[in-house]
């Protein structure tokens, strides 16, 4: 059922508010299709329950598998000792508001090269109130 | 500012950084070799600048070890004229922290912050100046400091630190406190690990000091003051609701603020009242044994009145999609936080609310030093080229 895989992954990514939002939106009356098509004893809650249980261990295995392999990555670029070269900053734009909940722990040195920068524009910004 | 250089290259920052600490070439060429003292030694400073207490830990750039690791009432005394010889402890002129308190009858006092920034220029240099003599006793290593600064503050309180730290340090990086915070109470080990939500990139830090509470988001960047909500309300308006409170009751009392700052320190606690607490006071020269049960609770609850809303308002500023995890990392930490029940009444009132699950955790006994841990690990992970060169 794509709607339970969706539903895992977005509260394996920590987006339980979109999770919630599918779950007493959509699901109800998805599920209630479903058992409409199949016969009356077909999907019992266990069923429902049971479905959700294996692909929410699916979802969580291949993420962790994806973390590790971030890291793996990261490991390969960035070098832990201050005394080897570091990597240039990432790619990634300075985000204030944008989606930080779920990024990897970001290098204290990009922060840095980030907070020089906007100490060395001759204006800042002006801060929201 | 001709003094302060700032060895990167500012217009590019995706050129590539300076590559060792041993030496290299600055690649803007902007700093005089005598900036870099290569064959000098190098020593990290993690270094609070806190308004009552600072807390310095250093060590060397390629050690997990902490040569220095000191928490210091943030005063220095100005040992007054006419002192007789012997009365303080070596004849000195400048006392600092501790020692500086124990002489009060014979120096005069002066804290160098208020509020978080400095107040006092000289003190400030004076007490800089020390804190590179417990570092560096010999006077010949390089000193590289991250020193905290309030997430709201400004480039004026910013050049002030930059300024009182010429000739006491030779580099030195500004970061957010609130930020420094969280990378010290962070488990590095624990990171990428799955379940464990790394404050750096989400959490919530409340700090109850003693002139202010702040209440600040930490988003996986140095936060800024849109982050953060500081309330004129902590640790010493507490004091006064107390002291105002026992007026009334007794009047006369002749107890000093210092002794009610104890009674507070030992015994307050949020939530439901709590009764009997007697507390032992001299009064007159005769002792006393006093019930402040209410008188306690009343204060102290007045404290979360304060923060909560606060805290929602913060909580509502967050992404949406990272605040079912950013309430699972709601954190109170500064002298306010030892006041009992604190993190399970905040837990409980955003419960009643409606909140998701959330968990409010304290930092515990070693809140005092998160700051500083959070400032030399930055300090361990900047690069050569991002310091700050102070030419004093
Ligand atoms: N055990 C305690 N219970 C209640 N308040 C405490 C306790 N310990 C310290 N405090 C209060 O915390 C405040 C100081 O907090 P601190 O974080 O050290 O201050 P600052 O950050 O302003 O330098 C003071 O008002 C002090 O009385």
Redesign the pocket.
Known sequence: MQLVRRVCLLRALGRHDEARTLETDEFPSTLAAVRSSLDSSALPDSEVQALFEAEYLRVSEASLLAELLAEWFQGGSRSSSSNLPASPPRAVHHNPRGDGSHAAAPAIADLLDQMLEAESRPHPKPHRT | MPTILTERPTSSPSASPATSSTGSTPANGTVSGTARRSDHKVILLGFDL?????CVLAGAPGSADFAVSKVIP?VVGYVKEGIVDGIITGNQRLLFGDLALQNALHAELVAP?A??IISQQEAARDFFHHVRSLVDPTGQAEIRAVVGIPANAGSAARDSIRQCAMGSFERILLIPEPFLAALGFREDGRVGQPGYVDPVTNSLFV??????S?LCLVQGYFPTPDDQISIPF???A??SLIMDDLNRTYPNNGLTRGRI?EI?????YVGAIRKPIDVRVILGGKAHTLELGEVLGRA?NTLIDRIYPALTSLIARAPSDGVVTLLQNIVV????????GIDTVLQQRLVDDGYEAPKVRLAGQD??RYVALGAIKAARSARDNQWQVLLG
């Not at chain 2, 507070?264 to 307050?268: F, G, I, L, P, S």
């Open positions: 806190g308004t009552n207490k600072s943030s912050l509020e978080g700090d109850i000091g003693g002139g202010t702040d902590a640790g010493d507490i004091d700052r507070k320190e030992a015994h307050a102290a930490t500064g002298g306010g936080s030892q006041i009992k809140y005092k």
